[in-house]
């Protein structure tokens, strides 16, 4: 299902590979006279998201199906890593194996448009299926430590990061100036940018590390990271907003003037954001560290695993879709 992007996003690709760009260059002189290790690793990282960048491009270009497959990729890379971290049991291969099929369908039933089967899919079938599959098995113990494992991540990392898929599907995002691809953007752009800036912020103000909010979770995230990373969203939000998609076209569920509303809807949006997206930072966190490991795996240069990268993904892609459908009833 391969439908012709909106002209507009060819011109919106180009000023976020124009973005990157100066970017990468300020990386590079940042790190002029940093130490090799910190230099290789940061250098790594820069080239994961050149790849990345070229990888959802890709994806934007070819349409709800380039988008449906980029996830499913994304979602099945990253169940595969969390049923690695926490362990499994010999009795527990069936239903990681079922797991896969579930991330697919549930995929599928957003490429075919079915918006209702997929809102309630896979956390009605996850349950039962997974634990149909253990029962079977006959192995009582492990059983509800498996069970609350397997659907945990396929409710976050299947579930959940689906969601931004949702958005090419949803009524509320079928307009603006890219089409659905423009809300899907808008989101991601905002969950990755509050993730870079409340690392960079916590790093300048947070190196005393007395402000940490989560410090045995996650020892470094700070207070100064988490307002730092939301204050640059909740600007930058009603800046694209309008080059992206509709939002704060509506009048919204309260009596505000079109000018006031502009501004209103984005800023919430991106504040909804960044509250999500430290929760879904965190969440991974804890399960990686109940699990004793440092990244989910080794797959992106400079970042960790796929987990590490959608990590925030798993919570901003529902919040922000129920924020729309909210908003913009």
Avoid at 86 to 103: E, K, N
Wanted: glycine content about 8%.
């Amino acid at each position: 299902m391969i439908t012709a992007p909106e002209p507009a996003l060819y011109w919106t690709l180009i000023a976020l590979f124009a973005s990157l760009v100066v970017g990468s260059i300020i990386r590079f002189i940042a790190l002029r006279n940093a130490e090799q290790e910190k230099r290789q690793q940061r250098l790594a990282s820069l080239r994961t998201w050149w790849m990345l960048a070229i990888a959802v491009s890709a994806g934007l270009l070819a349409g709800r199906l380039g988008i449906c497959l980029l996830l499913t990729a994304a979602s099945c890379l990253g169940w595969f890593e969390i049923t690695r971290m926490f362990g499994v049991r010999a009795q527990d291969r069936a239903a990681i194996r079922a797991g896969y099929v579930l991330i697919v369908i549930n995929y599928l039933l957003i490429l075919l448009g079915s918006i209702p089967v997929f809102l309630v899919f896979l956390p009605l079938a996850a349950p039962i299926v997974v634990a149909v599959l253990l029962l079977l098995e006959d192995e009582p113990k492990g059983y509800i430590r498996s069970a609350g494992a397997l659907l945990w991540g396929l409710m976050f990392l299947g579930y959940g990061v689906s969601h931004a898929a949702f958005l090419l599907i949803l009524p509320e995002t079928a307009t603006g100036p890219l089409g659905p691809a423009g809300w899907f953007l808008f989101l991601v752009i905002l969950t990755e940018t509050d993730d870079i800036f409340q690392a960079i912020v916590g790093r300048l103000f947070g190196n005393h590390k007395r402000h940490r909010i989560s410090p045995t979770i996650s020892p470094n995230k700070t207070w100064e990271g988490f307002l730092g990373g939301m204050l640059v969203i909740v600007i930058l939000a009603p800046l694209i907003a309008p080059w992206l998609t509709t939002l704060g076209q509506q009048a919204g569920p309260f009596s505000l003037s079109p000018a006031l509303q502009a501004w209103v809807a984005p800023m919430l949006a991106a504040v909804l954001i960044s509250f999500a997206g430290f929760f879904g930072d965190i969440n991974m966190s804890a399960i990686k560290r109940d699990s004793g490991v440092k990244d989910s795996s080794k797959l992106l240069p400079g970042m960790g695993g796929i987990i590490d990268r959608v990590d925030s993904l798993t919570i901003t892609a529902p919040v922000f879709v129920y924020f729309l459908s909210w908003w913009m009833l």
